[in-house]
Antibody, heavy 119, light 107 residues
C-alpha cells in the first residue's frame, strides 16, 4: 500500500524558514516524480513544485521560485521542501503527491501538513 | 502558462441526480487532464486520469470525457458520499495548474 506521510509544518513569523519532509513507502520511490501541492485555508489547490525521479530536474511555481527548494533522498525514500523567506500568503496545508505514470497526474497524496506564517 | 476554468463553481443537487462539471483549458491538453475529489479536511483523491480513464477503485458512476480544451466530469447518479469539491488539473506541461473547484452541495 502506498503511503505518504508529511511532517514539519509549524507556526512561524514572516521571513522565517522551514523544511517539510514526506516519507514514502509502498512503492519504488526512486522511480517516480514527486510533487508538492498546497491549499490555503478555504481556497483551492495550488501546485508548488515537482522533482524528477533522479532529482536532476526541478520545477517551481512562480510564486515560490527563488524561495523554495525541492529535493529528495532516494536512499531514505524521502521528499523535502525547503521554504525560505516565508510570507503570510504561504500559509497553507502542504501535500506531497506521487505521479501516476507518464504525465504528472497525482495518484496518491499524503494527509498534509499545515504551515502558518503570521506575526 | 495554461489556465484552467471550471464551471459551475458550485451546484446544488439531490441524491440520484446526474451532475456535470466542465473544465476548459486555455491551450490544447490533448488528453492530459485529471479530475480529483476532495472532502473537507481530507487530501484530494484521483478519480479520472487522461481525461476519461477511471482510477482503480473509483465507482463507475463517475466518468470523464473530452479532449483538447474542453472536458467534462459526470456523476451519473449522485450518492450521499459524493458531496464534495471537485478539481480538474492539467498535466500537459509545467507549471501544473488546477481549476478553481466545483462544490457539490446537498439540495
Amino acid at each position: 500500500e502506498v503511503q505518504l506521510l508529511e511532517s514539519g509544518g509549524d507556526l512561524l513569523q514572516p521571513g522565517g524558514s522551514l523544511r517539510l519532509s514526506c516519507a514514502a513507502s509502498g512503492f519504488t520511490f526512486s522511480t517516480y516524480t514527486m510533487t508538492w501541492v498546497r491549499q490555503a485555508p478555504g481556497k483551492g489547490l495550488e501546485w508548488v513544485s515537482s522533482i524528477s525521479d533522479n532529482g536532476l530536474y526541478t520545477f517551481y511555481a512562480d510564486s515560490v521560485k527563488g524561495r523554495f527548494t525541492i529535493s529528495r533522498d532516494n536512499s531514505k525514500n524521502t521528499l523535502f521542501l525547503q521554504m525560505n523567506s516565508l510570507r503570510a500568503e504561504d500559509t497553507a496545508v502542504y501535500y506531497c503527491a506521487k505521479r501516476r505514470g507518464t504525465a504528472t497526474i497525482l495518484d496518491h497524496w499524503g494527509q498534509g501538513t499545515l504551515v502558518t506564517v503570521s506575526s | 502558462d495554461i489556465q484552467m476554468t471550471q464551471s459551475p463553481s458550485s451546484v446544488s443537487a439531490s441524491v440520484g441526480d446526474r451532475v456535470t462539471i466542465t473544465c476548459r483549458a486555455s491551450q490544447d491538453l490533448s488528453s492530459w487532464l485529471a479530475w480529483y475529489q476532495q472532502k473537507p479536511g481530507k487530501a484530494p483523491k484521483l478519480l479520472i486520469y487522461e481525461a476519461s480513464s477511471l482510477q482503480s477503485g473509483v465507482p463507475s458512476r463517475f466518468s470523464g470525457s473530452g479532449s483538447g480544451t474542453d472536458f467534462t466530469l459526470t456523476i451519473s447518479s449522485l450518492q450521499p458520499e459524493d458531496f464534495a469539491t471537485y478539481y480538474c488539473q492539467q498535466a500537459r506541461s509545467f507549471p501544473l495548474s488546477f481549476g478553481g473547484g466545483t462544490r457539490v452541495e446537498i439540495k
